[in-house]
Structures are given as structure tokens and as C-alpha cells.
Nanobody, 117 residues
Framework: QVQLTESGGGLVQAGGSLRLACQFS????????MAWHRQAPGMPRELVAA??????YYADSVKSRFTISRNNVKNTVYLQMNSLKPEDTAVYYC????????????WGQGTQVTVSS
């Protein structure tokens, strides 16, 4: 029904930038809250950024460096990551949920982001 496909991950040096994209396959893209999570080895999953109806949320660790954006025509959500740090190394997951639920109900396969020092 709903499928999310991430792209844009890779290897980058500290201080560099990456832009992740998540393509939403399905109907009613505008009805979903979209978010990016990440999970580093041995660490819990962390909500990095989320957005719905123009409102955005960012984890303290990425504020001023990451930007979430959304294109409702292309059914795509982006995560622009600037000034990357080795601590940003993780698998990044796109997620979606109905506005009526607390938990995210749909997840992408994840894309690896590795920041070298």
C-alpha cells in the first residue's frame, strides 16, 4: 500500500554535505506526517527530523545543520545534511504516519550515511 524508498546515502568527509531523499509510493501523501530517523551501531533509534503542515521538529543534535523539506507534487521528502560530523554516522530511515497516530507506521529500508574524520 505505502512504500518508502530512501536514496542519497554514502560516504562523506566530516564537514561535508549529503541530501537524502525519500520517495513515497501510494496515495494521499499529504495526509502523512513524514520523518527521518537514524540508528547508529549500539545506539537506540533517534528521531532526527519530522514535518507536517509546515511545522518541523529537529533533534538538538542536528539543529542548524539539517533541514527537512517536502515536495507534495513529487511525493518526496528530503533531508539536507550539512556540516556533517562523524557522530552523524548511522543508518537513516524515512518514516511516515497518519496524523492521527503517535507511532510511525511505515518505514523505508534505510540508507547508510558514513562520515569519516
Amino acid at each position: 500500500q505505502v512504500q518508502l524508498t530512501e536514496s542519497g546515502g554514502g560516504l562523506v568527509q566530516a564537514g561535508g554535505s549529503l541530501r537524502l531523499a525519500c520517495q513515497f509510493s501510494g496515495r494521499s501523501f499529504s495526509l502523512y506526517t513524514m520523518a527521518w530517523h537514524r540508528q547508529a551501531p549500539g545506539m537506540p533509534r533517534e528521531l532526527v527530523a519530522a514535518g507536517v503542515d509546515g511545522a518541523t521538529y529537529y533533534a538538538d543534535s542536528v539543529k542548524s545543520r539539517f533541514t527537512i523539506s517536502r515536495n507534495n507534487v513529487k511525493n518526496t521528502v528530503y533531508l539536507q545534511m550539512n556540516s556533517l560530523k562523524p557522530e552523524d554516522t548511522a543508518v537513516y530511515y524515512c518514516a511516515a504516519k497518519p496524523r492521527t497516530t503517535r507511532d510511525y507506521t511505515h518505514w523505508g529500508q534505510g540508507t547508510q550515511v558514513t562520515v569519516s574524520s
